[in-house]
């Protein structure tokens, strides 16, 4: 593989994953396509916008004729699948294109590494398709069992990966990773929201009793799992990448005052979200038996992240004004104009 394509680089862990391709490749010629919707930002690469290696296209993975352009133009030989709607509050709000780009978008995309025969094909999913795991950690043969319209989305994409690769011998690989934290992460989820408004005194929504349970993972170390999955891992499998830290959310938030120096009491227990999950947890010992592992602690992880966001003040300021203030309102707004209604005694 010596050009490969990046589809959602400009996101969170997409544009993480470029800079680790760049790192540890100097061979390789990355194009990004990103349709550069409200999560995604050229920001997020400008340190490696003069690279030479790079190449960046705005256009949307739905479009086919796009797709097969870029395919051709670009000799792509490998596509690393990170382009999605990936929020689920907004799914609950507006599922359509939730359907379009997770399910749609990577059906267009399967069909142009089938017809172009490429080398690798790799999904990069989520732990939420498994639903909510009661005990225990969820290995890669459990059911899928998704309980959001996004998760509905990432699964049915699962799916139609896995059913290209046993039907039309598409190259293809799937990564389920856990709940990714660390630099360029949108300030619509949990950690970076909760740094972003701490920072300006602002109260911190908390769905129910924030007893749930997630497993955060470090960007960096996700993309080290994708980029050992892309190379080393057995065609037509799935991989869990968890991160081995289960915290319930409201440590977490607790954990993010205490590296601010700010109280407690900016906590706001808001009624909860529908069908929220209330635990996740992948068993990650597939991947790990392949030479992955885990570089950081949550703890220093945290602090790293929590410090990026106090030294790049510009990036999400600019982020939480226009639309992210009306979304904002239309989720949190009547939530936090009646406090304590979602906290479960």
């Known amino acids: 593989m010596k050009h490969l394509l990046v589809t959602g680089g400009a996101g969170f862990i997409g544009s993480n994953f470029v800079r680790c391709i760049f790192g540890k490749y100097p061979q390789y010629q990355v194009v990004v396509l990103d349709k550069l919707t409200y999560a995604g930002n ?3 690469l400008k340190d490696v916008a003069t690279n030479p290696r790079y190449t960046f296209v705005h256009g949307d993975i739905c479009d086919a004729a796009l797709v097969d352009k870029v395919m051709q133009e670009y000799g792509i030989d490998a596509i690393v699948n990170f382009a999605a709607e990936t929020h689920v509050d907004r799914s609950l709000l507006e599922p359509a294109s939730f359907l379009m780009t997770d399910v749609y978008g ?4 399967l069909e142009a590494a089938r017809r172009f025969e490429i080398e690798r094909f790799l999904q990069v999913s989520t732990d939420e398709v498994y ?5 225990g950690s969820v290995k890669e043969d459990a059911p ?13 994409a699962d799916m139609m990966v896995q059913a290209y690769y046993i039907s039309h011998d598409v190259p293809t690989f799937i ?6 934290f660390g630099p360029y992460h949108h300030p619509e989820k949990l950690i970076p929201l909760c740094i972003t408004n701490a920072l300006d005194d602002l109260p911190l929504p908390i769905y129910g ?14 993309c080290f799992g994708i980029d050992v999955v892309l190379h080393q891992g057995k065609v037509g499998e799935v991989y869990n990448l968890g991160g081995g830290n289960e915290r319930y959310n409201l440590e977490v938030v607790q954990a993010i005052l205490k590296l601010l120096s700010k109280p407690d009491a900016l906590i706001r227990h808001v009624a909860d979200r529908p069908g929220h999950d209330r635990r996740y947890s992948l068993d990650s010992t597939k991947l790990i038996s392949l030479g992955w592992q885990r570089t950081q602690s949550f703890e220093k992880a945290l602090a790293q992240t929590v410090q990026w966001y106090r030294n790049n003040e510009a990036w999400w300021r600019k982020i939480k004004g ?19 209604s979602g906290q479960i005694q």
Do not use: C, M
């Not at 990577?106 to 995309?109: A, F, I």
């Not at 998704?146 to 990432?154: E, G």
């Not at 990564?175 to 990714?180: A, E, I, Q, V």
């Open 106 to 109: 990577t059906y267009v995309l």
């Open 42 to 44: 050229l920001e997020n």
């Open 144 to 156: 899928l069992s998704p309980r959001s319209p996004y998760s509905a989305s990432k699964a049915g």
């Open 322 to 340: 226009g639309e992210f203030s009306q979304y904002y309102q239309k989720q949190y707004g009547q939530r936090l104009a009646n406090p304590g």
């Open 175 to 180: 990564t389920r990773g856990s709940n990714t």
């Open 131 to 135: 639903g909510h795991i009661e005990q």
């Open 209 to 222: 009793d924030g007893r749930q349970v997630r497993d955060w993972l470090y960007v960096e170390d996700h």
